[in-house]
């Protein structure tokens, strides 16, 4: 079978898009898209060891501040940018919230990488604590739970979410040029999920291309041999590897198999249906495990997921939820608002972890992915591109690479010059009458970098590795040690420094607030909110 005959009319599809829009002039449309920025940043000691200390009061509390909050660890930041229509902004706030962070912690750093290092073993990781509150109780369990289910050390690996939201005025000009007469919301999340399904066919490019994970610490295997080679006496590594922490070793939904689940994302229904099902299915692993032992809660349940959340995937629809909605309700009940991108590696070579050129990047490839056509994923597809995926993270630059496509092959050289070059519109429709090109700009960029995969991040830092005769502890201490003395230099911006000082100052009090008031009991609190069912989606 040809490969490029199911393929390529995807592409034509964006292209004639585009083209109406630009006939229309309404190709200022694609501009203007709202972009959030989240950064997972672990804290760690001078040696590298991941903090035991609490979350620093002085950041405010983790469960009601908006902007600094902490992931699966109490050491995990999480630090989350509200979203801008500029593509600068995300970016000069995350300098800000790093900023604010650097003075505030106690002889620690922020660690560069996305693989943890010095890990010593599954109880130095501490699981994050959120209050007295049901809620804050809830978000704990939940923590929990995944230690039980799938250890803690995975866990602490970190990322860059990428959340985008396509610009409110191209939905009525898509609509028209579509001819759609039926439900807008409908129209938007048929289209998002669209997007979503596109992401998932071609989204092996943001390894490939920003993947920075190629070794890690042979701590990170505990007293398990490690299942890959050695680089130096503490590293492993796979040669051509991009992104470890997308393959085997990261986080993954390692049980899909056995469990029998898997997110459909042929449209909202199916996809609501599906998570829904796997929430409320019990998984006999899981209640081995037990729920409440002893007094303690080990899980929230012991369902093939407790929660949305659980279910990994390297892209999520997402609604903005009202109080302790449950994600499905709201995507549910109000359709999807955004969709946020999951797969970027923090950026060793750059103190904020993404830099601009990635932001543009990646912008042009989802707004890419929304206008190209979008047929279901079947079976064989999706095996295609669970294959894909793993490759990419582990043998992402090795001469030659083959991936799968329309049940054959295809280079992933071909395959990846094939979708940038299908890209060139969507980019200089974004540059619009800007001097400097620069989606444009940075396409160049990555077609240079599919011809010579030693300019990618992950190829960067392995000859960096090997130039300075340090494994990779030892980079990424270099690495995290030079962003920390970046932010402690940089002067703060009065405003910013500001609102987050009373931001701190109002979380905590909005905690005390909360533990305050009267507290169902917990089992009480968690069997209301799972009786939540979501309505059916419009």
Same mark, same amino acid.
């Given at each position: 079978?040809?490969?490029?005959?199911?393929?390529?009319?995807?592409?034509?599809?964006?292209?004639?898009?585009?083209?109406?829009?630009?006939?229309?002039?309404?190709?200022?449309?694609?501009?203007?898209?709202?972009?959030?920025?989240?950064?997972?940043?672990?804290?760690?000691?001078?040696?590298?060891?991941?903090?035991?200390?609490?979350?620093?009061?002085?950041?405010?509390?983790?469960?009601?501040?908006?902007?600094?909050?902490?992931?699966?660890?109490?050491?995990?930041?999480?630090?989350?940018?509200?979203?801008?229509?500029?593509?600068?902004?995300?970016?000069?706030?995350?300098?800000?919230?790093?900023?604010?962070?650097?003075?505030?912690?106690?002889?620690?750093?922020?660690?560069?990488?996305?693989?943890?290092?010095? &890990?010593?073993?599954?109880?130095?990781?501490?699981?994050?604590?959120?209050?007295? #509150?049901?809620?804050?109780?809830?978000?704990? &369990?939940?923590?929990?739970?995944?230690?039980?289910?799938?250890?803690?050390?995975? %866990?602490?690996?970190?990322?860059?979410?990428?959340?985008?939201?396509?610009?409110?005025?191209?939905?009525?000009?898509?609509?028209?040029?579509?001819?759609?007469?039926?439900?807008?919301?409908?129209?938007?999340?048929?289209?998002?999920?669209?997007?979503?399904?596109?992401?998932?066919?071609?989204?092996?490019?943001?390894?490939?291309?920003?993947?920075?994970?190629?070794?890690?610490?042979?701590?990170?295997?505990?007293?398990?041999?490690?299942?890959?080679?050695?680089?130096?006496?503490?590293?492993?590594?796979?040669?051509?590897?991009? #992104?470890?922490?997308?393959?085997?070793?990261?986080?993954?939904?390692?049980?899909?198999? @056995?469990?029998?689940? /898997?997110?459909?994302?042929?449209?909202?229904?199916?996809?609501?249906?599906?998570?829904?099902?796997?929430?409320?299915?019990?998984?006999?692993?899981?209640?081995?495990?037990?729920?409440?032992?002893?007094?303690?809660?080990?899980?929230?349940?012991?369902?093939?997921?407790?929660?949305?959340?659980?279910?990994?995937?390297? &892209?999520?629809?997402?609604?903005?939820?009202?109080?302790?909605?449950?994600?499905?309700?709201?995507?549910?009940?109000?359709?999807?608002?955004?969709? @946020?991108?999951?797969?970027?590696?923090?950026?060793?070579?750059?103190?904020?972890?993404?830099?601009?050129?990635?932001?543009?990047?990646? @912008?042009?490839?989802?707004?890419?992915?929304?206008?190209?056509d979008s047929p279901p994923i079947d079976a064989d597809e999706r095996t295609h591109i669970?294959?894909?995926?793993?490759?990419?993270?582990?043998?992402?630059?090795?001469?030659?690479?083959?991936?799968?496509?329309?049940?054959?092959?295809?280079?992933? /050289?071909?395959?990846?010059?094939?979708?940038?070059?299908?890209?060139?519109?969507?980019?200089?429709?974004?540059?619009?009458?800007?001097?400097?090109?620069?989606?444009?700009?940075?396409?160049?960029? %990555?077609?240079?970098?599919?011809?010579?995969?030693?300019?990618?991040?992950?190829?960067?830092?392995?000859?960096?590795?090997?130039?300075?005769? @340090?494994?990779?502890?030892?980079?990424?201490?270099?690495?995290?040690?030079?962003?920390?003395?970046?932010?402690?230099?940089?002067?703060?911006?009065?405003?910013?420094?500001?609102?987050?000082?009373?931001?701190?100052?109002?979380?905590?009090?909005?905690?005390?607030?909360?533990?305050?008031?009267?507290?169902?009991?917990?089992?009480?609190?968690?069997?209301?909110?799972?009786?939540?069912?979501?309505?059916?989606?419009?």
């Amino acid at each position: 079978m040809n490969p490029d005959a199911q393929v390529l009319p995807l592409y034509r599809l964006a292209e004639q898009r585009l083209g109406r829009l630009l006939t229309t002039g309404q190709q200022h449309l694609l501009r203007d898209g709202l972009v959030g920025l989240e950064k997972e940043s672990l804290r760690v000691s001078p040696n590298g060891g991941i903090a035991q200390t609490p979350h620093p009061k002085a950041l405010g509390s983790a469960l009601t501040h908006p902007y600094i909050t902490t992931d699966y660890s109490e050491a995990l930041l999480e630090l989350i940018t509200p979203p801008f229509t500029d593509r600068v902004g995300p970016l000069r706030f995350l300098e800000d919230l790093q900023k604010f962070v650097y003075p505030r912690l106690d002889s620690e750093i922020l660690w560069a990488t996305s693989m943890p290092c010095v &890990v010593a073993g599954e109880d130095s990781i501490p699981i994050a604590q959120y209050g007295s #509150s049901n809620v804050g109780l809830m978000k704990t &369990v939940y923590r929990r739970g995944l230690g039980y289910r799938y250890g803690r050390v995975m %866990q602490v690996i970190a990322g860059v979410h990428y959340n985008y939201s396509v610009p409110e005025a191209l939905w009525p000009a898509l609509r028209e040029l579509d001819g759609d007469g039926g439900d807008a919301s409908a129209y938007r999340s048929r289209a998002y999920f669209g997007m979503i399904r596109n992401l998932q066919r071609v989204g092996w490019l943001i390894p490939y291309l920003f993947g920075a994970s190629p070794a890690v610490c042979k701590s990170f295997f505990g007293d398990q041999h490690p299942p890959m080679p050695q680089f130096d006496r503490n590293t492993c590594y796979e040669p051509y590897a991009t #992104s470890l922490r997308m393959g085997d070793i990261g986080y993954t939904n390692a049980k899909e198999g @056995e469990t029998g689940i /898997k997110a459909c994302y042929d449209d909202l229904a199916c996809y609501v249906k599906s998570l829904a099902c796997a929430i409320e299915t019990p998984y006999p692993e899981y209640e081995r495990i037990g729920v409440c032992v002893d007094g303690e809660y080990r899980q929230l349940n012991a369902n093939i997921l407790q929660i949305e959340n659980e279910y990994y995937s390297t &892209v999520r629809p997402k609604q903005i939820l009202q109080g302790l909605e449950k994600p499905t309700c709201a995507l549910a009940a109000r359709g999807v608002r955004y969709v @946020e991108l999951r797969s970027v590696d923090v950026n060793a070579f750059h103190p904020l972890g993404i830099d601009l050129d990635q932001v543009y990047f990646i @912008e042009a490839l989802m707004l890419f992915c929304l206008l190209a056509d979008s047929p279901p994923i079947d079976a064989d597809e999706r095996t295609h591109i669970d294959f894909n995926q793993s490759a990419i993270s582990h043998r992402g630059r090795e001469p030659g690479l083959k991936l799968r496509r329309s049940g054959g092959e295809i280079a992933l /050289k071909d395959w990846a010059l094939e979708v940038l070059g299908a890209m060139q519109g969507v980019c200089e429709l974004l540059d619009g009458d800007a001097v400097e090109r620069p989606y444009s700009r940075v396409l160049a960029t %990555q077609v240079e970098a599919v011809h010579d995969p030693e300019r990618t991040p992950s190829a960067r830092m392995l000859a960096e590795m090997r130039a300075n005769g @340090e494994g990779f502890y030892h980079f990424a201490r270099r690495m995290s040690q030079a962003h920390g003395e970046y932010f402690n230099a940089l002067p703060p911006r009065a405003e910013a420094e500001a609102l987050l000082e009373r931001l701190a100052v109002d979380s905590l009090a909005e905690q005390a607030a909360l533990e305050a008031e009267p507290q169902a009991p917990f089992d009480e609190f968690l069997k209301a909110y799972f009786a939540e069912r979501p309505p059916q989606p419009a």
